[in-house]
């Protein structure tokens, strides 16, 4: 009894496991099949390095979206990793127990906001700020960069902070048998045998932040022009499938798939240098 038990388990495990591969490999088809069509059709340098995009002219030109998104995702990054990896060393080696709850329960509760909170909160609190503080509209680079590495924080921390404990303990004690101070041993022992699970919690962040659609439509002012500085409107892959997806039809539908798959292929990218990392780890 106790057997077919087991075998049954591990059936359900397999089944469960090729219903999420099958799942991936149907997106991957019905975006490849809908999309690359379109980009063949419109060209490839056109549709990637294309500056305008005027549906109702024929002209399909992604690379405004696609710089607006590595500007965007960039900021989130400068902003939010030293902020996210500094918050897991607090929480991993220097919290005092009492507050160690509040803080986390603090981040876990920022995991859980809806994107759209976060919008909101960016529409109200941030592109006044912005705009009083900096100038132009307040809808910009810098508005949504400061609102995205807020949303990827919860990330970075959490993960940094699972690699931070799992590194032995014997590492912290080594540092301070040879006399470093408390902090020295932390940052010359801990941080670096935690990197690789740091980076993964980086990698994470970054596909969260080049991900994200809602909280970025409210505030980055969805303009399709390159911006030429960090207060200027800016418009990501994200925001462009999402604002037209609604209304267009035949190529211009099409086109949109074209850029999820440009979208997709972003995020392979980002997946593969996080395993090729692991790898070099091991």
Not at 200 to 212: D, K, S, Y
Request: glycine share 10%.
């Amino acid at each position: 009894m106790k057997q077919i038990k087991e075998k049954g388990m591990k059936l359900l495990f397999l089944l469960t496991a090729c219903v999420s591969i099958a799942a991936v490999i149907l997106i991957c088809v019905f975006l490849f099949a809908n999309g690359l069509p379109a980009i063949k059709e419109i060209g490839i340098f056109k549709f990637l390095l294309g500056i305008k995009w005027k549906p109702a002219n024929n002209l399909y030109g992604i690379f405004p979206m696609i710089v607006g998104s590595l500007y965007v995702t960039a900021g989130a990054l400068l902003l939010g990793v030293p902020v996210g990896i500094l918050t897991a060393v607090f929480l991993a080696r220097f919290c005092p127990r009492p507050l160690y709850k509040p803080l986390k329960s603090a981040v876990n509760l920022m995991a859980g906001i809806p994107s759209v909170v976060y919008g909101f909160f960016g529409l109200v609190v941030l592109v006044p700020f912005v705009r009083e503080t900096f100038g132009g509209r307040g809808m910009s680079v810098l508005t949504a960069s400061v609102l995205l590495g807020l949303m990827i924080l919860p990330t970075i921390i959490s993960v940094s902070e699972s690699a931070l404990r799992a590194v032995p303990q014997s590492y912290y004690e080594g540092g301070l048998a040879l006399g470093a101070s408390h902090e020295r041993s932390v940052f010359r022992t801990i941080l670096p045998a935690a990197k690789s699970g740091i980076f993964a919690g980086v990698v994470l962040g970054i596909g969260r932040a080049v991900g994200e659609t809602m909280a970025v439509m409210m505030v980055a002012g969805n303009q399709a022009v390159i911006p030429d500085g960090i207060l200027s409107g800016v418009r990501t892959l994200t925001t462009n499938i999402v604002l037209e997806m609604g209304y267009s039809t035949d190529l211009h539908r099409e086109a949109l798939i074209g850029t999820a798959v440009v979208l997709f292929v972003f995020i392979l990218i980002i997946n593969l240098s996080l395993s090729l990392l692991k790898r070099r780890e091991k």
